[in-house]
């Protein structure tokens, strides 16, 4: 399934119907009073979150939504019916924004969360409304009014309590299959993961978490270079940072440089993705060199990472009551 966390739709609500002008035509009632009926109110455009889906995709091939009309009143003071709601549905997670005054209408920032973006027109009064004691054969009824019309650009931030980051090739996606069910494309050469990958995992406590695997980041990413930037902006929902950093480069990378490299990206993205509590995951301990590595790094950063094999398995246990114990610190 493609990836798509940008849209930009219109959205048009249904207008209210008109009222109508009747007079009541029955036999033996020598004087028939008026008796049009009003109109029909149109139908909202509603927007709602639905767990079932993951992307904006459907959006992209369809960006146009329109409510239903209401009805004309009818004779004998009969309302015309309402027009039907639209609802459209989208991924927890979605932001909706006005277009034209860049007016954030909603966060749905929970499944089953929903917001009326465009409201529908009022129908018409009928000519029996306007009857008293001075006109009491009222010619005139009310025009429905207009449904609101709106641009609108929605903006999907996935929702992880945790969020994946390191280089390309560092063992994100090999990390995520260990940990839980998902199955992201895993393969020796950077920027395998194109899109956001998912995936749940189940502790021993009982407790779940999502975790999200991002896309690579480089030098350079907050300015749009390589494939992180789109993707940086996933992180900002997160508790918690996983940053795996790869112990036995086969590049011959310095790993302390390499990790001062990805936390000066999230420094100069901005907001709170640098500020988040970050576990450190050496990786690849299951090669020789990496133990020498890891020593180099608690030596220069003053930070100890949790050793970890993804591919072995090695580790993970600690790895994930690390991430639970900034959970329970608060995170």
Known sequence: MHFVDEAEIFVKAGDGGDGCVSFRREKYVPKGGPDGGDGGDGGDVIIKADANLATLLDLVSQKQYFAGDGEGGK?????GADGSDIVIKVPPGTIIRDTDSGLVLKDLNAPGAAVVVARHGRGGKGNARFADSVNQTPRHCEEGRPGRSRNLRLELKLIAEVGLIGAPNAGKSTLLSHISAAH??????????????????????????????????????????????????HIERTKVLVHVVDMAPADGSNPVEVYGSIRAELEMYGGKPAERPEVIAGNKTDLPEAEENIKKFQLETGINPVPISAVTGAGLRKLVSEILNLFQDGA
Do not use: C, M, W
């Open 184 to 233: 992201p494309r895993i393969a020796p050469y950077p920027f395998t993961t194109l899109q956001p990958q998912l995936g749940v995992v189940d502790t021993d406590g009982f407790r779940r978490f999502v975790v999200a695997d991002l896309p690579g980041l480089i030098e350079g990413a907050h300015e749009g270079k390589g494939l992180g930037d789109e993707f940086l902006k």
């Open 75 to 79: 004779s004998r003071k009969r309302g």
